[in-house]
């Protein structure tokens, strides 16, 4: 599976859009880019995953630059609820669809 | 959404005894259920792939005959920690994915302390 690069952390006040990078140069073309969420003490959470197009759901927007070597999650309106630490993972889709988890982004909503 | 579930939420045993933790998908058939071990302050670590119907796969360097998983059906998994030590104490937390999907879905986790 390809690496990941994130940021070890970010902060961003409430209210305003929290825009998360991530860079995964080494992509394949069969691998999908995939966000999950932790919150302390609880389970990942997904948020969103793309493979070549921008993707928008009601959580968050995912833009993949052209050449797929890094994207960007945006939470459009960031809350306190936010405050999770974010993994950006590749990897691809189908029956062999291991997620392997890097250090993520520990992203700190403050109001 | 879909979601998944762990039984329990958390457990203390005692050095030696074996603990079981239930992973369930409760509105979707999961053919693949994922087993992770997470430590304070670290990121989830892979430790098996549980196919329904068939044995799971163990990452490098975990000991298959010390977490036994079953996944006997498409909607449960799972994995028993033989044995205990306090060592083994850690978050364990289940994915599932549907078939017909490409993301996986988490359950709460599980707090294993052993004494």
């Known amino acids: 599976d390809a690496k990941t690069t994130q940021p070890p952390s970010m902060d961003c006040a409430e209210g305003r859009a929290a825009n998360l990078p991530c860079n995964h140069s080494?992509?394949?073309?069969?691998?999908?880019v995939y966000w999950y969420r932790q919150i302390h003490s609880q389970g990942p959470q997904y948020i969103i995953h793309?493979?070549?197009n921008n993707e928008t759901n009601e959580m968050a927007s995912l833009i993949i630059t052209e050449d797929r070597k890094s994207s960007t999650l945006i939470l459009p309106h960031a809350t306190l609820r936010d405050t999770a630490v974010y993994y950006c993972i590749v990897s691809p889709g189908g029956d062999t669809n291991k997620l392997i988890f890097g250090t993520g982004t520990l992203l700190a909503v403050q109001p | 959404g879909a979601v998944v579930s762990q039984h329990p939420s958390r457990v203390i045993c005692k050095s030696g005894t074996s603990v079981k933790i239930e992973c369930r998908s409760l509105?979707?058939?999961?053919?693949?259920m994922f087993w992770y071990r997470q430590f304070p302050k670290q990121s989830l670590m892979l430790m098996a792939t549980s196919n329904e119907g068939s044995k799971a796969t163990y990452e490098q360097g975990v000991e298959k005959d010390k977490f036994l998983i079953n996944h006997a059906s498409l909607t449960l998994s799972t994995l028993t920690v033989t044995s205990a030590h306090p060592e083994d104490s850690s978050f364990y937390i289940c994915s599932a994915r549907d078939s017909s999907a490409t993301e996986q879905f988490f359950g709460p986790g599980t707090r294993l302390t052993v004494l």
């Open positions: 509105d979707f058939q999961a053919t693949t």
């Open positions: 080494t992509i394949s073309g069969n691998e999908y």
């Open positions: 793309g493979l070549k």
